[in-house]
């Protein structure tokens, strides 16, 4: 299945499809379309049958044979009841088909000038689509994707993508499609035995007007069925484009017209085509050569008749042969008509003002790869859309859009728009018109009417911040940018961490929210767009990070959805003194995010943003918390109110992560526990070094079976900051004291500092790859394991001690390389012989090195594993390589042992094997 975004031309229905409101609007920015609601209402009032039940609607076995075997009376019967479910489709409106209208029934021909099958959906609806062939395969169907005005998304399928007849089947993205249900729409695909390949053979040479005839049904698509035409389908734009398709020519374009002197310049794609005669070809079928000169390889000028050129006339070029192939053509231009195309282009750049969100003082952030739309309209009212761009990574951009007809070069107005959309992450205001009616686009410029410049118009840079003009100075879109930036800074410092840690699936930041008061993320399945409200009253950074950290921990969890509707329903807050725990541990987590993000973890901000800290709560912060005082509930006095109460979670989770966690004074009147590096720590005892950080935090999350832990961290009810704990404590192996400390600082009574109390050292012992455990003793500074020899060099990652392989020689001298064995005396040839040293033999027999075999002097036998090569004459044997100590484990690598786990390990001087707690 492949996507593309890009945008279509406006629709201008004819012959049976009825011009709805999305079919004959054009106005872009000025005339809103009805939304896929009020669409749905609309069709839902026409009068027709009632849906058949799903098993009404036919045998889809008997239907696929029988549009594969264009098997006509099957099919009458059969399609007014499969074509009563329109299943997620809400309009055809375009292709060899009859649409819902009407008495007849819509059928896609397969042809050779088969147009592009449109269907339209309702936007940010999720589909499959496949199609149903005569043998009872389903089969995947390729489609572009594209939003359109109105709510609405069209689904166009190429006539290449349907490469077999049989029913064409889009649901909805949990249906079964080949079940027919109300959620299923079909469409009949049948073959049409129409062709015209080489039907200009009866036609004289060089009449164009009889090809064309020859070829009229395939030009005009005559099949039974009344296509839809678009803005360049009037016929003469149907036989150029047909021709063109087929032509050595390739497309022909009028380059220029002098009316004065009757002459047309035209060129054409392809040089190795070139013309012998050209002609005119008037709509009544006369034909008329005209004169022509070449200019180069690819253009001529042709002199028109006296009569100069009439509506609908085409010039013809005709090349050597008689085919069709051999005609290129072009509709000729009306005299006092003619206007040269003009291309109109809009360049500019984009950025917002970082209000030291991201650095420590103001700067200003490109907004780089989002989307941005012109808009132009020639009488400042009817703002017609141009194909949206990207902009670069300095969030500049350009767009370009090439105007004919008599218009072409008119004055025209300008509207920039922009929409916040990068891969996975999108952020707008879904409740606002622009989400309603343009996409998500915004209108943050417009020009006044400018003249068509060949250079084009640059626009400068638009920046979002305070004082800018009209919606460049208004809050909304600046804050927007800053959330939406975010998103992409944390999920760009995620991936160098791992790519699990990424959001790996898209997220919407809506703001501002309907109503005051609003910020929440929306728990939606793992897999499915996460949804971002934050209203105007309620923004700041930190809330903006807080709800973002929501969103990312949905995308990583496992188990049921929590429970927040119980508590909303018990407070209308999920803050309460008290919660649930697993509701608890949300709340708790994401403020722990959004500190720690804005305190250097993803945001070089240089410094805290104010209301954010990296510090855990001192015990009497703990009790004294405000939320259980202002809610008049009894304070967080023990273990099990801590860890359902959010503040209580975050606290927690910063015991994991803190720094200098031993010299932290927990026990201060104070609200933070904050390091007190005057504090003594007894060297007899164990204080642990190793500091975990927020990605280890982060990475806890994730699945390890391999650790006992075979999902990821459910958000089901029943799971709380205990549970986390411990599995922080085995996904990380940390060291046995590492846990119990922090463990009881989550009961706001405990006594004890973590200074407080002392653990003997180096208690653990190391693991050799042998199996063999050896004890440690202690040293100053690291835990004494076990010597290793003097000529190793010992290497250590993480908790192993490992070295590298090394050369041996058990025949011959090693010289850095391999095994010199034996440089032959002067009179002897060395060779090998069935992978065995020799050298040939003096007269007589005499070997000066070896011994004599009967024939020769066999010099060595190679040990396993070594090979014998000659080199300059001398004898060799490659090298063996040996571990010097431990065991290969490939790659030329020996592992040695493991320290304990929580502590690093090291070689202390001596080549002392050693570890670090």
């Known amino acids: 299945m492949h996507w593309t975004f890009r945008h279509s031309p406006r629709l201008v229905v004819a012959g049976l499809l009825a011009c709805c409101a999305l079919a004959c609007g054009q106005a872009d920015d000025t005339s809103p379309q009805p939304p896929a609601g009020q669409l749905n209402q609309r069709m839902a009032a026409q009068p027709g049958p009632g849906a058949d039940a799903p098993t009404d609607r036919g045998d889809l076995d008997l239907l696929a044979r029988a ?334 859009r090439t105007f004919r007809g008599l218009f072409a070069g008119n004055k025209r107005y300008a509207r920039v728009q922009y929409r916040l959309r990068d891969g996975n992450f999108l952020s707008w205001n879904i409740f606002s018109l622009d989400a309603f009616f343009r996409q998500s686009f915004s209108i943050i410029r417009q020009t006044g009417k400018l003249s068509h410049s060949s250079s084009g118009h640059a626009l400068g840079t638009m920046t979002f911040a305070p004082g800018q003009p009209g919606a460049l100075g208004n809050p909304e879109h600046r804050r927007r940018s800053v959330a939406f930036d975010a998103m992409r800074r944390i999920d760009n410092k995620a991936s160098t961490q791992n790519s699990w840690l990424r959001f790996n699936g898209p997220v919407l930041f809506n703001y501002p929210f309907l109503f005051n008061g609003v910020g929440f993320a929306v728990p939606s399945p793992v897999n499915t767009l996460h949804q971002i409200f934050l209203s105007g009253d ?204 922090r463990v009881h600082l989550l009961d706001p009574n405990s006594p004890n500092n973590p200074s407080d109390v002392c653990f003997e050292r180096c208690a653990q012992p190391a693991t050799m790859v042998n199996g063999q455990q050896i004890n440690a003793t202690p040293e100053p500074g690291y835990c004494k394991v076990t010597p290793a020899p003097a000529n190793v060099t010992v290497q250590t990652s993480g908790r192993t001690w490992f070295t590298h392989q090394v050369p041996t020689c058990p025949v011959g001298n090693y010289d850095t390389a391999n095994c010199h064995v034996l440089t032959p005396a002067p009179g002897v040839e060395p060779f090998i012989y069935l992978g065995q040293l020799y050298t040939t033999a003096l007269p007589g027999g005499v070997c000066p090195d070896g011994w004599y075999d009967g024939a020769n002097c066999l010099i060595a036998q190679p040990p396993p594993g070594m090979s014998a090569f000659i080199y300059e004459g001398m004898l060799y044997f490659t090298a063996l390589y040996e571990c010097p100590m431990g065991e290969s484990i490939g790659s030329n690598i020996c592992l040695i042992g493991a320290s304990p786990a929580g502590t690093e390990a090291m070689v202390a001087p001596g080549n002392i094997l050693g570890y670090i707690e």
């Open 538 to 741: 309620e923004w700041s950074f930190r809330d903006a990070i807080h709800e973002i950290a929501h969103a990312w921990h949905y995308k990583h969890r496992s188990g049921a959805l929590p429970n927040l509707p119980s508590s909303l329903i018990n407070g209308w807050d999920t803050h309460n003194c008290q919660e649930d725990d697993n509701v608890a541990f949300l709340e708790g987590f994401a403020e722990y995010f959004a500190h720690e993000a804005l305190c250097g973890a993803i945001f070089n901000s240089g410094q805290c943003i104010p209301g954010s800290h990296p510090h855990p709560n001192t015990l009497a912060g703990l009790r004294n918390d405000p939320t259980c005082a202002a809610e008049g509930q009894p304070p967080l006095n023990s273990m099990h109110r801590v860890i359902r109460q959010d503040d209580g979670v975050t606290h927690g989770l910063k015991l994991l992560t803190a720094d200098h966690f031993n010299l932290r004074d927990f026990q201060s009147t104070m609200t933070y526990a904050e390091p007190n590096f005057a504090t003594y720590l007894d060297p007899a005892c164990y204080w642990s070094t190793m500091d975990y950080d927020f990605w280890d935090l982060l990475w806890t999350f994730k699945a390890d079976p391999g650790k006992g832990y075979p999902a990821h961290f459910s958000t089901s009810p029943g799971n709380n900051l205990l549970h986390f704990f411990h599995r922080f404590a085995a996904i990380h192996q940390t060291h046995p004291y590492f846990l119990e400390p």
């Open 67 to 400: 549009a594969a075997e264009g098997d006509a009376r099957t099919l009458d019967a059969s399609l007014e009841a499969l074509y009563r479910v329109q299943g997620p489709v809400q309009l055809v409106t375009q292709g060899p088909i009859i649409d819902y209208s009407g008495h007849r029934q819509p059928v896609y021909i397969r042809h050779a000038n088969s147009p592009d099958l449109q269907v339209m959906i309702a936007a940010g609806t999720e589909f499959k689509l496949a199609i149903r062939d005569s043998a009872g395969n389903l089969r995947e169907v390729g489609y572009t994707y594209e939003e359109v005005d109105g709510g609405l998304a069209m689904v166009q399928i190429s006539a290449g993508d349907l490469p077999y007849a049989g029913i064409l089947l889009l649901g909805s993205r949990g249906a079964d499609l080949e079940a027919l249900g109300q959620d299923v729409f079909a469409l009949a695909v049948i073959d049409d035995p129409l062709t015209c390949e080489n039907a200009e053979r009866e036609c004289a040479p060089g009449d164009v007007t009889c090809m064309l005839k020859t070829h009229s049904s395939c030009i005009t698509s005559n099949f039974d069925a009344i296509p839809a035409l678009n803005e360049d389908a009037e016929p003469s734009r149907l036989i150029t484009s047909y021709v063109e398709r087929q032509s050595k020519f390739g497309a022909l374009s009028i380059d220029a017209v002098d009316e004065e002197s009757g002459s047309v310049t035209l060129s054409w794609a392809h040089e190795d085509a070139q013309p012998d005669k050209v002609l005119e070809v008037r709509p009544d079928g006369t034909q008329t050569p005209l004169a022509f000169e070449r200019i180069d390889r690819r253009s001529i000028r042709l002199k028109a008749s006296d009569e100069g050129f009439s509506p609908e006339t085409l010039i013809a070029l005709q090349g050597p042969g008689s085919s069709l192939q051999d005609v290129g053509i072009v509709i000729a231009p009306f005299f006092g008509w003619f206007v040269p195309d003009k291309t109109w282009t809009y360049s500019g750049c984009l950025q917002f003002q970082n209000q030291a969100e991201f650095t420590p003082t103001n700067s200003y952030v490109p907004l780089h790869n989002i989307d941005v739309r012109i808009s132009t309209s020639i009488d400042g009212f009817f703002f017609v859309p141009w194909s949206p761009v990207r902009t670069n990574s300095k969030g500049c951009f350009s767009a370009r």
